[in-house]
């Protein structure tokens, strides 16, 4: 079965295989649809905190319930068990175990916020939530699980040039602590770079004893010695995005892993 689904402020239309158009408004696009397809396919959808952004769940009881959060008016289609769309974010609720961040864009004109939608769906960030005030502000806010580094900040600048960002704020409002930022994964990270360039000053030292039977020069020691520091100061900068890389790999083959499993 091909489905071609999407959602208006106050509807859910759909269209199954070359059937007419379905629309369901109010309460019974909240109740949703169950087909007699061989997937037993079940679709519903529901309202976010933005009356631009609408969740479409699509239940299959082989696979689960997958909510998929767009833009009023964005289109996805479900063939089978494989779903398409251009503008979609998926929700992972059963694996964020952390606290979430918070991220702002603002632009000048409504048709960005739309244009940063699409681009932030083709970026390698899980998102697990959006809201977009294109009316009022022209801003578009979403968390994730993990803090974004300097490279995907950068990214995300870049392709869609915001008029103004705010990243890895606190969700709630409160301070964070001064220790908020430090993880396990971050402090394993950066005691291997350290480890790694610590290595490498006494491996070059070593060799430089053995090639030239004497203690070296201590302009060349402490040249190795800022050279590695330098290197392990641009791996703790980078550490956020690989962090944050991994994180979307665990998140991403886990849920696949459920997927296969069910």
């Known amino acids: 079965m091909r489905l071609e689904m999407y959602t208006t402020k106050n509807a859910l239309v ?4 070359k059937d007419e158009p379905v629309i369901m408004y109010g309460a019974a696009a909240g109740c949703g649809v169950a087909f007699d397809d061989e997937h037993m396919t079940s679709v519903r959808a529901s309202s976010t905190r933005s009356r631009f952004v609408k969740t479409i769940s699509i239940g299959q009881p082989a696979i689960g319930m997958r909510n998929i959060t767009l833009p009023v008016g964005a289109t996805i289609v479900l063939d089978g068990t494989i779903i398409a769309s251009n503008i ?9 175990e952390e606290a979430l961040y918070q991220h702002q864009l603002r632009f000048e004109k409504a048709s960005q916020v739309i ?6 769906s083709q970026t390698n960030i899980v998102v697990t939530e959006v809201n977009m005030h294109p009316d009022r502000c022209k801003s578009l806010s979403f968390q994730t699980p993990y803090a974004l580094g300097p490279v995907m900040r950068a990214v995300l600048v870049q ?13 709630d409002g409160r301070k964070a602590s001064i220790f908020a930022d430090v993880t396990f994964g ?4 950066i005691l291997a770079a350290f480890i790694l360039a610590a290595g490498a000053i006494w491996i070059n030292l070593q060799t430089s004893y053995a090639m030239y039977a004497a203690i070296p020069s201590q302009n060349d020691a402490w040249c190795d010695i800022v050279f590695c520091l330098c290197g392990l100061g641009f791996m703790i900068w980078l550490s956020r995005d690989v ?9 991403r083959g886990r849920s696949q892993r459920k997927q296969v499993e069910a």
């Open 14 to 17: 759909y269209q199954r295989d």
């Open 88 to 96: 979609a974010w998926q929700a992972f609720p059963f694996c964020w």
């Open 115 to 120: 244009k940063a939608l699409h681009l932030l």
């Open 159 to 171: 392709k869609m040039r915001p008029e103004s960002s705010l990243f890895n704020r606190n969700p």
């Open 243 to 251: 962090l944050g890389l991994c994180e979307v790999a665990r998140v």
């Open 186 to 189: 971050k402090i394993a990270f």
